[in-house]
């Protein structure tokens, strides 16, 4: 990132730096947990089938988990593993004392239904938040385990915006696991949300109404620099591996990085933005959990 103008620089969210502290910061906060006599928490993640895209993000979940003091359990299940398998191994980790929160990494194989499997997860291991328990919690504006890639993003916002009220947030992308938990957050912090999505009229419109611009629609370089209000906040959590000209491969977002930084007041990068902090949150979330379990926090119900 060095290579940009000081004055352009200064409107990246450096993601990767916010997210080493925030893991270094949960990893004093384990090792006090576990001095205060608690269990060391532990996190389960269940990869099916053999993505190799999938398995360098499960990889790196377990370094980082190791990295904040955690114990990580893997599971890896064939392409062919059947649901009832599938939700065999859920009802063994949901029993497991030392497992506290339970990740099963998605895209899942044709033959297993997602929401089955991910409302399988007990709702107080829920470390996605994905499950119809926390999904329902974070709707009402109840404390619950929120969803670790809008939680991100809004930990970036707030490195940003230290009071949202009365902002004009726009979301592309209306997904469970990324765009409406996002609206939901941003109607949290007073914002008042647009959520655009693949019938939408004119996006291009809407987007540059926004203060705030969340892209999560996986096409890569959909955005372009005349979407974005100048002065904007935009956070891209689109990540697409594309091939250069030389042969090799490299990561993009779902804005126009090039277009979009001259015009935008804050924005993400990709790498380095979005997608450091996911994990980050997953981590969060692993000791939130086990400390709702140890009974240390008010989420009792959770
Ligand atoms: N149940 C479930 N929960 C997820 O949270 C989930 C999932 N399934 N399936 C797959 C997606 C993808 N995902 C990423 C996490 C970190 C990076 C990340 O750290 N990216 C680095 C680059 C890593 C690289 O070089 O490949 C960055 O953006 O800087 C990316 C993507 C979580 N996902």
Redesign the pocket.
């Known amino acids: 990132m060095s290579t940009f103008p000081p004055e352009l620089a200064g409107k990246l969210i450096d993601?990767?730096g916010i997210a080493r502290s925030l893991t270094d910061r949960i990893g004093r906060e384990v090792s006090s947990f576990i001095e205060q006599g608690n269990a060391v928490p532990g996190l389960a993640v269940v990869l099916v089938g053999n993505d190799p895209a999938?398995e360098?993000?499960v990889k790196?979940k377990a370094i980082q988990t190791h990295r904040a003091g955690m114990r990580s359990f893997m599971h890896m299940l064939p392409q062919s593993t059947k649901q009832e398998e599938l939700l065999e191994l859920l009802a063994q980790l949901n029993a497991n004392p030392q497992i506290h929160g339970i990740?099963?990494?998605?895209p899942l194989p044709p033959q297993i239904d997602p929401v089955v499997v991910t409302n399988a997860i007990a709702p107080h291991k829920d470390v996605?938040g994905?499950g119809e328990v926390n999904a329902g919690r974070l709707s009402l504006g109840i404390d619950g385990l929120v969803p670790?890639?809008p939680l991100g993003c809004l930990m970036l916002l707030q490195s940003v915006h230290k009071d949202m009220t009365g902002k004009h947030a726009v979301v592309i992308g209306a997904s469970s696991?990324v765009g409406k938990p996002m609206a939901q957050l941003l109607l949290k912090q007073n914002c008042t949300v647009s959520v655009a999505h693949i019938h939408t009229r004119d996006t291009r419109a809407l987007a540059r109404e926004a203060d705030i611009l969340v892209v999560a629609t996986g096409k890569h370089g959909l955005v372009r620099g005349d979407w974005i209000k100048p002065g904007a906040t935009v956070i891209d959590v689109g990540?697409t591996r594309v091939p250069t000209p030389e042969g090799r491969t490299r990561?993009v977002g779902d804005v126009a990085f090039e277009e979009a930084l001259p015009i935008a007041g804050h924005i993400t990068p990709?790498?380095?933005?979005?997608?450091?902090m996911?994990?980050a949150c997953?981590l969060h979330n692993t000791l939130q959990a086990a400390r709702v379990t140890q009974g240390q926090s008010k989420g009792e119900a959770l």
Do not use: A, F, R
Request: glycine share 14%; with cysteine.
């Open positions: 993601g990767k999938s360098v993000y790196n990740l099963v990494q998605l996605d994905l670790c890639t696991l990540i990561l990709v790498p380095g933005g979005v997608g450091p996911t994990i997953l």
